[in-house]
């Protein structure tokens, strides 16, 4: 497995081991595969190249145990979500604990993953790429957006857009910034208006999950607990 996801070094491989058997044990309903995924979705980040194998399978897993054990969501939907807007989050400078983070809010929140990562793919895009007509429809401060975004911190951006679409109205305000959304529009407008209506959910389970990733030590807790 660790071969097959191009890991050749012996201390990546011994530590992709090790975190596997961890995340395997811990997060047992992630099947398999689970370890997988989360080192592809690592290896998009980047963050494979900052904490090594071991390290960001550890961090990502820990954000992950960590959400799925203070909420209604689970690890198998978080993971679901992140592998399906890992490549649009990753050139948003997104990281994993944040994906993880909008993952299992939306599944505490009974959206479907599929909808969900169609939505923000379609989301993040738009803020990317039209933040000065999104400030312009919201009446938000464009350059203050648009430094967020270029100082890497578009999970920030998205919140205040988010917060600042539950004040003025919901996704009306940014219907024709979005553009046609296809057969599945009416779905994802109740994404996205979800998610900007538990604006402050929301930001508690990015705060939760950061904190999580950077402790890095929930999936050895949890691996403790079940053996």
Known sequence: AAGQIGLRSEEDILGFVKASNMITVSLNELGSEGTASL???????????????????????????????????????IVDLMNRMGGIASMAKISSAEMAAIGATADALGQSMEITGTSMNKFITTVMSKSDKIAYSLNMDAKALRELIDSGQTMEAMLQIFERMNEVGGMSKLASIMGDLGSEGARMTQVLTSLSQNTYFLRSQVDLSREAYAQATSIQNEYNVKN
């Open 39 to 77: 080192m592809k979705i690592a290896q998009l980040t980047g963050e494979i190249t900052t904490e090594g194998a071991e390290g960001s399978l550890l961090a990502i897993g820990s954000a992950i145990n960590e959400l799925s054990a203070n909420s209604a969501a689970t690890a198998g939907p």
